[in-house]
């Protein structure tokens, strides 16, 4: 994955993102083993839903989530539960069974 330090994205609070595969860091964050399989996560999400799909559920779920859980909407996302859930865990990827994060949209 290729990765590109910047002051710009993520925004402030934010660590890193995954924009089309390219991991987008902050300026002064040092990655870690956990940071980069999180961001693999979302690659693997973004192949399955090829792309467009990915961003479009992302946006329209953090849509829904934001007048439930309004600040914290972010972190209840179906594709960032699964990542956070399992970015400790450097093997999950070999594991990983396709669309695992339906499994996390309603809760």
């Known amino acids: 994955m290729k990765i590109v330090y910047n002051s710009i994205l ?4 934010f660590s890193a993102m995954n924009l089309f595969g390219v991991m987008f ?3 002064g964050v040092t990655l870690n083993e956990e940071l ?3 961001e693999a996560i979302h ?11 990915f961003y479009v559920f992302y946006f329209l779920e953090w849509l829904v ?7 914290k909407s972010y972190y209840n ?10 970015d ?3 093997d999950y990827l070999r594991h990983r069974k396709k669309y695992s994060f339906i499994k ?3 809760s």
């Open 10 to 13: 993520p925004t402030k609070g």
């Open 25 to 27: 860091v902050r300026k």
């Open 36 to 38: 980069c399989n999180h």
């Open 43 to 53: 690659s693997a999400q973004i192949k399955e839903l090829f792309v467009v799909f």
């Open 65 to 71: 989530k934001l007048f439930i859980y309004g600040k």
């Open 77 to 86: 996302i179906s594709f960032e539960r699964e990542a956070f859930s399992n």
């Open 88 to 90: 400790g865990n450097l």
């Open 104 to 106: 996390r949209i309603g």
